[in-house]
């Protein structure tokens, strides 16, 4: 069974900073794509930053320039790294992993979810 817990998350000022992580167990951490998506209030979860297993990554445009992801195969954790935030980054922010269990079976997994308020 695969475990994503994010951590890092809560209240901020616009134009601040915030660390996100997200450690995971049970999943071949080395060889999953991992990333991150947020959903904020009365609207759909999205895509903000992946990362795949060889390092390449992928930003909304909306974050481009101002967020960074980042993962770390020796403590199977994914980092996102988020300056200059705004009041519309206010959401809760999920971590999910694509990737083969220690089972062999393929899934793609979330976390419980942490949220991020910027206030204005």
């Known amino acids: 069974q695969v475990h994503l817990v994010e951590s890092g998350g809560g209240l901020v000022q616009a134009g601040g900073s915030l660390r996100l992580s997200c450690t995971s167990s049970g999943i071949m951490f080395s060889i999953a794509d991992m990333g991150w998506y947020h959903q904020a209030p ?13 390092g390449a990554t992928n930003y909304a445009d909306s974050v481009k ?4 992801i980042a993962r770390d195969n020796a403590k199977s954790a994914v980092y ?11 959401a809760v922010y999920y971590c999910y992993a694509d990737g083969r269990t220690l089972g062999g ?6 976390g419980q979810g942490t949220q991020v308020t910027v206030s204005s």
């Open 65 to 68: 320039g101002r967020f960074a």
């Open 42 to 54: 009365g609207k759909q979860r999205e895509l903000v930053a992946s990362i795949t297993s060889g």
């Open 80 to 90: 996102l790294q988020m300056n200059s935030v705004k009041p519309e980054d206010t």
């Open 105 to 110: 079976e393929d899934v793609r997994s979330w």
